[in-house]
């Protein structure tokens, strides 16, 4: 089939950015590096073939009307891969076992979408009479797109089964003023919320804006991650059972199998694109009844998926 002009321009570009010895997979044969482009006679015309190198030199001159089969590896530390062999059956073995598994993770996620729907979610305060107080604490003046999507958190909160919102928008747009006032919603409902980001850096400034906010309405907020000594990490866990912390805002610790809230209700992601599926799972599976809302600037395919066919909601700011 001959590659149209448009695709052999995007192609070029695609290739243009890859250097030598560079990881690629290919569909069939598995892992293998990018050597260069050659142009190769093939029924007395030359074409441009993509030169791919495997396991012990072994050569495959691809032409560039077949580049749906690699794709780059997207792993930037290439160091420990191993090249596949042409002909083995080891890459085949290696994709039936991926595909098995990603069956197993499929089961589980719609188990737990199920188990949500059948949940009942905990009653929250909505109108609670020191709400307008709090959000006068906020110094600057809200967006459209900012009281919008509060709006729409506030009728997800009214509802009785478990939400799971997408929250879409640039950096600096206010998603993280959406996520404090959601919290303390539930807090004054004296319902738990759970924050997880990815750095340990954005779980520090989370960890000051939201105890400078929330400390002086008597809303207890702890961090958890690596800042955090082995000590205060044990009085955490304690308090956490015996529902003396509100709000508790970590890293991939909170994955911690010690870690039990006493009546977890609101579960936020943020930077949510580099969570993985499994992490954000964990929490959805220990608490089915609680709302969920994720925040990102740049989602996820599966993620924008979902909340494009309606099967998650989805805001923008």
């Excluded at 959000?135 to 900012?146: A, I, K, L, W």
């Amino acid at each position: 089939k001959k590659i149209n002009d448009q695709n052999k321009e995007i192609f070029f570009e695609e290739i243009n950015k890859l250097t030598k010895n560079s990881i690629l997979v290919h569909s069939e044969y598995g892992f293998c590096k990018f050597i260069d482009i050659r142009k190769i006679k093939i029924d007395y015309s030359l074409h441009d073939c993509v030169e791919l190198e495997f396991d012990e030199n072994q050569k495959l001159f691809l032409p560039i009307e077949n580049l749906n089969f690699i794709t780059k590896y997207g792993n930037d530390d290439n160091k420990n891969i191993k090249l596949d062999k042409l002909g083995s059956a080891h890459w085949q073995k290696r994709k039936a076992i991926a595909k098995n598994k990603i069956k197993e993770i499929s089961k589980q996620l719609m188990s737990t979408a199920a188990r949500r729907l059948n949940s009942k979610s905990f009653n929250i305060d909505i109108n609670n009479s020191l709400y307008e107080r709090f959000s006068s604490t906020f110094p600057f003046v809200e967006t459209d797109d900012q009281i919008k999507v509060l709006d729409e958190v506030k009728r997800d909160f009214s509802k009785s089964v478990p939400s799971d919102r997408l929250i879409v928008g640039d950096v600096a747009f206010g998603k993280t003023e959406v996520i404090i006032r959601a919290v303390f919603i539930t807090s004054k409902s004296n319902i738990q919320s759970l924050i997880l980001v990815p750095t340990t850096l954005l779980s520090r400034q989370h960890f000051n804006n939201f105890s400078n906010r929330l400390n002086s309405f008597g809303i207890n907020v702890k961090e958890f991650s690596r800042f955090v000594t082995n000590k205060e990490k044990n009085n955490i866990i304690n308090d956490l059972n015996n529902g003396k912390i509100d709000v508790l805002i970590g890293t991939h610790a909170l994955l911690n199998d010690k870690i039990n809230f006493s009546k977890l209700g609101l579960i936020i992601y943020d930077e949510e694109q580099k969570l993985g599926t499994h992490q954000k799972e964990k929490f959805k599976i220990k608490s089915p009844n609680a709302h969920v809302i994720s925040l990102s600037a740049t989602p996820i395919p599966r993620t924008l998926s979902l909340s494009l066919s309606g099967i998650r909601d989805l805001s923008l700011i």
